[in-house]
């Protein structure tokens, strides 16, 4: 970690402050405002750590984030942060509290970015690069990436901006790779700085990718001796390159790199979610720090990365310093008479001004010290011998200063130097004491700190917004609309529905069928698609996983998973009498029509079952109560209804809209005025988040809609009928074939959602396609928030 010499004395004069209280603070917020990403890395754990990359922070949650917690240095990262809408004025927010910002990316959107932010010395790019052209793209799965990384990092550095890079070292990475890559970064381009680091230690990839410790040091010890020889700018402090090579030991710091998302504030550290708090507080307080760590827990035993080590290191070389009991102090001398010492060609100073000048002279050696750096000493150049004189004190103009233990009225701050250190608490044998660690805050007189400084950068955020000024950083979004639209030229942009893919229920299946998996090995049976996408259906065959049309191709004893269709009770009893190990993962809510269906059954009601009768979630309902229940398909069904003087209940497919079924309902409404009409909740909250999204794509202008999804979705299906009923052309495409340029002719503002069971990733690739065409600007277009989750069953929960 190295900054510019005004940012270093910043933090530096932070990490002093703070050391001298003993407590635990942090050196860097790591803020995700997104978790979406614009790319799918192979190394990447943040694009599967959760089951949805949909959620996002407001523009106020990042800047409140920056004043909870008072590091220096906030890392915006994610996701990707330039597809985060607003990012522009969440830097310009951290600009106001002072903060030092690095903006992490792919680079994949950074050239077009230039434009809105303006160069600054505390604003760096940290542009993500794993290796040379074939190495890069091929982690990022993304060719030609590195030479629009590279391309954009020139045209930035030639524009004034402060530009690094972050590599990833994995297993199979070649050390020849990384020298060559850190050879040309320095000597053909200027990069300003390159952090190398260990792969990720994720539970969610695959772990033949990382390094264990032995391994990782092995290749680091050949990178720093060449980053060395070669003076390659590595950012990376000489304590932390010591570590990774082996021949220093290092306590991890969790705590200094606090992770804030959009769930909440994550502990213990960027890779582990072992809590989500609500606040920066009740992380600090909530999390057992202690109890992490090489030798404390079994999944931190390999790490070596630098969010939590390369902290540890500046509190060491602070420690080292300012000593463990706070700032390093000038020695106490024994009191004697003030004398006045001229130098030749200086004026005299009166012994106050030369005291209050050596105080502070002390002072700044001190913040430069605080991170590892150097102390610039001078030889005492006065005339005489005096035995108090300090040869590491230097005044400006070359003046002396002389060292007074005592005089009248000394100042509080060398009161408290001057106070005997009070060592912390003992520690439990066979544990390593951080120097940042420490006990009790007072949270009430922090906490109206913080809600002070919020109030202040909201006021000095909106006067600026009110008076219709750019924010000090760069343009507003509304001002790089204006400019575009006002060149005269067509601009090709994607509109992207929000919400969109995965629905709770979906991800709760395919979760069942992962955790069987990985809990019993293959093969798993599934009776039926699990649910209606062919790429998820091929994924989940790669992994082990066996689809059946029957029970009866399942031999005996087998563990059998039932779509999230659902079935008719007769086939679980099929099931049962075959001996197989039933798994039900039907979603919640196509459960809760089943029980509808068996309660009007009972109750002497004719059960108008709305939908589509030769789909399966049709055919398992119906199987519920067979003879009571009648599929209506349209309302020339509803008119032939015959129930034979029985009042009439209807319930309905949970794939259609409240528009699919409204005409058929309104149709049997009219012929049977006791009708017990559906509950609003029958119909998937998904499937109506997601044709609403549809329209709103049709009323922003987007002439064509591209569906993702198979022909065998249901709601995908329904998306290309909604998307056409308002006014706008639509096709259904499965996201993996590409898209030919002949059909978004005559389109410049095209619409992009997926299926319910289309997963994320496909929406990245479609991107990708679009980008290569020249859709590379893309806007997001919500209209819900979906935050459901569905208990997995029993059988699962527990592995």
Not at 185 to 201: C, F, K, R, S, W
Not at 324 to 348: F, I, K, M, S, T
Request: glycine residues 8%; contains cysteine.
């Amino acid at each position: 970690m190295k900054f510019p010499l005004a940012s270093t004395v910043q933090i530096a004069g932070y990490v002093a402050r703070n050391q001298r209280s003993g407590k635990r603070y942090p050196l860097v917020l790591m803020l995700e405002p997104t978790l979406a990403c614009n790319i799918a890395c192979i190394g990447c754990g943040k694009i599967r750590e959760y089951e949805s990359n949909k959620a996002k922070l407001s523009v106020e949650e990042c800047i409140d984030a920056g004043v909870q917690c008072p590091a220096p240095v906030v890392s915006i990262c994610g996701g990707e942060p330039l597809v985060f809408k607003g990012i522009e004025d969440v830097v310009a927010g951290f600009m106001e509290l002072n903060k030092n910002i690095e903006l992490c990316t792919n680079a994949l959107r950074l050239e077009q970015y230039l434009d809105v932010f303006e160069p600054n010395k505390r604003l760096t790019f940290v542009v993500h690069l794993d290796g040379m052209r074939e190495i890069h793209d091929y982690i990022c799965d993304y060719p030609g990436l590195w030479d629009i990384a590279v391309g954009a990092i020139v045209k930035a550095r030639s524009m004034g901006f402060r530009v690094t890079t972050n590599t990833t070292i994995f297993k199979e990475t070649e050390v020849e790779d990384v020298i060559q890559m850190m050879d040309y970064l320095t000597n053909e381009i200027g990069i300003d700085g390159m952090l190398v680091a260990p792969g990720y230690q994720y539970s969610q990839i695959d772990p033949n990718l990382t390094m264990t410790r032995a391994e990782h040091e092995e290749k680091f010890r050949a990178i720093r001796a060449a980053a060395r020889e070669n003076n390659y700018r590595w950012l990376a402090s000489p304590i932390y390159q010591d570590f990774l090579a082996g021949d220093r030991k290092l306590a991890c710091a969790p705590w200094g790199s606090i992770t804030r998302n959009p769930y909440g504030w994550k502990g213990p550290c960027y890779l582990l979610t072992d809590g989500i708090f609500p606040t920066y507080d009740a992380l600090l307080d909530g999390i057992e720090w202690d109890e992490y760590g090489p030798g404390n827990d079994d999944r931190c035993e390999h790490c070596a990365i630098h969010s939590g080590f390369e902290p540890s290191a500046a509190f060491e070389a602070c420690a080292r310093r300012l000593g463990a009991g706070g700032a390093r102090r000038c020695e106490r001398r024994p009191r004697g008479p003030a004398r006045l010492v001229r130098a030749r060609g200086c004026a005299a100073r009166r012994p106050a001004g030369r005291d209050r000048a050596r105080r502070h002279a002390c002072r700044r050696r001190a913040r430069r010290g605080a991170l590892g750096g150097t102390v610039t000493r001078r030889a005492w150049r006065a005339a005489g011998d005096d035995p108090r004189r300090r040869g590491d004190c230097r005044l400006r103009r070359g003046a002396p200063a002389l060292a007074r233990a005592h005089r009248r009225g000394r100042s509080r701050s060398r009161e408290r130097a001057s106070r005997p250190h009070r060592p912390a608490a003992r520690r439990a044998a066979g544990r390593e004491r951080h120097p940042g660690a420490a006990a009790e805050r007072n949270r009430g007189r922090r906490q109206a700190r913080r809600r002070l400084r919020l109030a202040r950068a909201r006021a000095r955020f909106r006067s600026r917004a009110a008076r219709g000024r750019a924010c000090s950083l760069g343009r507003t979004a509304r001002a790089r609309t204006a400019r575009r639209g006002g060149g005269g030229l067509a601009v090709k942009q994607v509109l992207l529905a929000a919400p969109r893919s995965f629905c709770a229920g979906v991800d709760r299946a395919i979760e069942i069928v992962e955790r069987l998996l990985a809990e019993h090995g293959p093969p798993v049976y599934v009776r039926h698609q699990i649910v209606h996408n062919d790429h998820v259906v091929r994924r989940l065959e790669g992994l082990g996983a066996v689809f059946v049309d029957h029970e009866d191709e399942i031999p005996s004893g087998a563990i059998c998973v039932l779509s999230a269709h659902g079935v008719a009770p007769s086939v679980k009893e099929s099931c049962e009498q075959r001996g197989l190990v039933v798994v039900d993962a039907v979603c919640p809510l196509v459960s809760k029509v089943h029980a509808e269906a068996r309660r009007y059954a009972d109750s002497g009601h004719v059960v108008a079952l709305v939908g589509h009768m030769d789909h399966v979630e049709v055919i398992g309902t119906r199987g519920e109560r067979p003879e009571q229940t009648v599929v209506i398909e349209s309302p020339e069904d509803a008119a032939k209804l015959d129930p034979g003087g029985k009042p009439v209940a209807v319930i309905t497919q949970t794939t259609l809209s409240l528009d699919d079924v409204a005409e058929t309902v309104d149709a049997l409404g009219e012929r049977f005025g006791d009708l017990k009409r559906p509950a609003a909740d029958d119909i998937c909250y998904a499937t109506q988040n997601r044709q609403d999204a549809v329209k709103a794509l049709a009323e922003r202008g987007a002439s064509l809609i591209l569906v993702i999804g198979s022909e065998t979705s249901s709601n995908a299906r329904r998306l290309v009928e909604v998307a056409q009923r308002s006014g706008a052309e639509a096709l259904l495409i499965d996201g993996e074939s590409g898209i030919e340029p002949d059909l978004l002719s005559g389109h410049e503002t095209v619409g992009l959602t997926a299926g319910a069971s289309t997963p994320e990733e496909l929406v990245a690739l479609v991107l990708r396609s679009l980008a290569s065409l020249g859709y590379d600007d893309y806007e997001e277009v919500e209209v819900a928030r979906e935050a459901v989750n569905f208990r997995l069953p029993r059988e699962v929960a527990a592995t």
